[in-house]
T-cell receptor, first 116, second 111 residues
Framework: SAVISQKPSRDICQRGTSLTIQCQVD?????MFWYRQQPGQSLTLIAT?????????ESGFVIDKFPISRPNLTFSTLTVSNMSPEDSSIYLC?????????????FGQGTRLTVV | RKEVEQDPGPFNVPEGATVAFNCTYS??????FFWYRQDCRKEPKLLMS???SGNEDGRFTAQLNRASQYISLLIRDSKLSDSATYLC????????????FGRGTQLTVWP
């Protein structure tokens, strides 16, 4: 099955700084998504990462705060910009649409972010 | 109203017990349905898809009622290793479209 390698797995950052999270898939995927998960809460979709074009953001999330890149079908990054303690959360990337897994959605291992 | 609503849990059951989780979805245009499992501090992983006719995978049985917009997961003969959070997940429209997640139901199986 396809595997997403997500880095870093965790980080502690100072407020006002930015962190870039990377996801590398071991095969081409049609769709990639970025989610946020607060402790004890459901996954909230931040945006759909579109290959070669601007990401599609969900309500409440903006490109200036969460710039996303997807230069090809196996790689995407999410940047959390100008961080504040409210950005402390788990960030997860997801892929779907591979030849082997068809439509199943699978996830990276997550990035546990703490902003101090 | 949330897109996907789940039993809040937590469920604490002894080994060998049968436990059932319920889930409702609000959008009748939803096309695909799944149960994901999420272990503590880990990413969600697909447990099983849910088909209109209902489907079974070993000790796990999933049911879908489109008229009531209701999904269920039954776990028989619970094992300690079943302890996890179970996420009800719905996809609307496109087969590769975005997923909507329930909040999850926490299950603890004790010896």
């Amino acid at each position: 099955s396809a595997v997403i390698s997500q880095k870093p797995s965790r980080d502690i950052c100072q407020r006002g700084t930015s962190l870039t999270i990377q996801c590398q898939v071991d095969s081409q995927v049609t769709m990639m998504f970025w989610y946020r998960q607060q402790p004890g809460q459901s996954l909230t979709l931040i945006a759909t990462a579109n290959q070669g074009s601007e990401a599609t953001y969900e309500s409440g999330f903006v490109i200036d705060k969460f710039p996303i890149s997807r230069p090809n079908l196996t790689f995407s990054t999410l940047t959390v910009s100008n961080m504040s303690p409210e950005d402390s959360s788990i960030y997860l990337c997801s892929g779907s649409g591979t030849v082997e897994l068809n439509t199943e959605a699978f996830f990276g291992q997550g990035t546990r972010l703490t902003v101090v | 109203r949330k897109e996907v609503e789940q039993d809040p849990g937590p469920f604490n059951v002894p080994e060998g017990a049968t436990v059932a989780f319920n889930c409702t979805y609000s959008n009748s245009a939803s096309q695909s349905f799944f149960w994901y499992r999420q272990d503590c501090r880990k990413e969600p992983k697909l447990l099983m898809s849910v088909y209109s006719s209902g489907n079974e995978d070993g000790r796990f049985t999933a049911q879908l009622n489109r008229a009531s917009q209701y999904i269920s997961l039954l776990i028989r003969d619970s094992k300690l290793s079943d302890s996890a959070t179970y996420l009800c997940v719905v996809r609307r429209g496109s087969t590769l479209g975005r997923l909507y997640f329930g909040r999850g139901t926490q299950l603890t199986v004790w010896p």
